[in-house]
């Protein structure tokens, strides 16, 4: 039996790109095959949206768009998809950046405005849940709750495989340290280098560590975190192969180029998070440590080939763990589906939308306590 799939945003989360692994669609297409039905593509850029429908259906996997259509607004996408033509919508992956989300104010409600048009829709929605206020995230929150609306937040390293070794020996987490060194290079969007429009690179993009921290972790002490940054006009912070214009954002918006976090979990375990715009090129580099009494978990570059490296009781040196097929991208978006035919596996789902919201109101802290360590300085 198909499955009728909603797509909001054309861009590089749901189509790909150079850096990054993100392509929603692709995942959708390799767990759904011929199952898949994508009947809009939602976008408020048509000629966008138009060229991503055009390059699927000259790929091998053209059938799975054969009925789609670019619409402007998800209004425009309401009033064309109707019952009685079979194109209503069973899945929607919001891939539209987080400035339009995660509120109850019009133009940045795109979760209601999706659960009001198709009521039984389940949503996929990107992280992080919002770039705006938090009391509007919970609101969103309530809303989706009383309307019933099945909802996985996109936080995929919750479902990478190396998770499993701190639950299969039942160990209490002393601390986490988290380090993401971003490539650069090849991020020529104004709008993510512009911290009103992305939230800045903690919220948007150091997001999946700082959730995977709670996920280890547990529950923040808000008012414990700390932050302190390098900031575009200072020395060390001058970079040297931007493919963008940055004069064109005003100074108080640009995103600060390294950011060293730190704060207590409410169980009493301390965490600890390093996030630089550094690197050239298109790799990124990525790590995330966890200890506990008698380990030491690294988790290296979850995003492409991740490697799990374990010192644990009674072993000399260290244990490598490899992972050549771990894709938790698509591990989430196959146990979303498979809980879509099943509601007793939706237990199974690790990022729901009220949880997702702990997370933004946690990186949300970091963010205003870096800027408040800033003026203290100045």
């Not at 259906?57 to 059938?63: C, D, E, R, V």
């Not at 730190?262 to 200890?291: M, R």
């Not at 799990?308 to 050549?324: H, M, Q």
Request: hydrophobic share 40%; glycine share 8%; proline share 5%.
């Amino acid at each position: 039996m198909s499955i009728n799939v909603l797509l909001v945003g054309a861009g590089e989360i749901n189509f790909g790109s150079v850096e990054g692994p993100w392509n929603h669609s692709l995942r959708l297409e390799r767990k759904l095959g011929d199952r898949l039905r994508v009947v809009a593509l939602v976008d408020p850029d048509i000629s966008r949206a138009k060229a991503a429908i055009e390059y699927k259906l000259a790929g091998l996997t053209a059938k799975a768009y054969q009925d789609c259509h670019a619409y402007a607004t998800v209004k425009l996408a309401a009033d064309s998809l109707s019952a009685e033509n079979n194109n209503q919508p069973q899945l929607a992956i919001l891939g539209a950046p987080p400035v339009v989300r995660g509120s109850d104010i019009p133009g940045r409600d795109l979760e209601l405005q999706v659960a009001r048009a198709f009521p039984e829709c389940a949503l996929f929605v990107e992280k992080p849940v919002s770039s705006g206020p938090e009391d509007a995230c919970w609101r969103v929150a309530a809303e989706l709750s009383k309307r019933q609306t099945f909802v996985s937040v996109g936080y995929m390293l919750r479902y990478s495989r190396g998770r499993k070794i701190i639950a299969d020996n039942k160990l209490v987490v002393m601390g986490t340290n988290a380090r993401y060194v971003m490539a650069y290079e090849y991020a020529r969007k104004l709008s993510w280098w512009d911290k009103t429009s992305s939230g800045g690179p903690i919220v948007e993009q150091a997001t999946h560590f700082c959730d995977l921290s709670r996920y280890f972790g547990g529950d923040v002490s808000l008012p414990s975190v700390t932050a302190h940054t390098v900031e575009h006009y200072d020395a060390p912070g001058v970079l040297s192969a931007k493919r963008f214009d940055e004069e064109d954002i005003a100074p108080e918006r640009r995103l600060p180029r390294l950011t060293s976090a730190s704060w207590k979990y409410v169980n009493g375990a301390v965490g600890a998070l390093t996030h630089v715009i550094a690197l050239h090129g298109t790799t990124y580099d990525t790590e995330f440590e966890v200890y506990a009494d008698g380990y030491r978990l690294k988790l290296i570059d979850p995003y492409g080939k991740p490697v799990l490296s374990v010192r644990r009781p009674g072993l000399e040196g260290e244990e490598i763990i490899t992972f050549s097929d771990d894709d938790p991208f698509y591990t989430e978006l196959s146990t979303l589906i498979d809980a879509l035919h099943d509601p007793a596996m939706r237990d199974r789902i690790l990022s729901t939308y009220g949880d997702a919201v702990k997370t933004y109101e946690f990186v949300s802290g970091a963010r205003s306590r870096s800027h408040a360590a800033l003026h203290r300085l100045l």
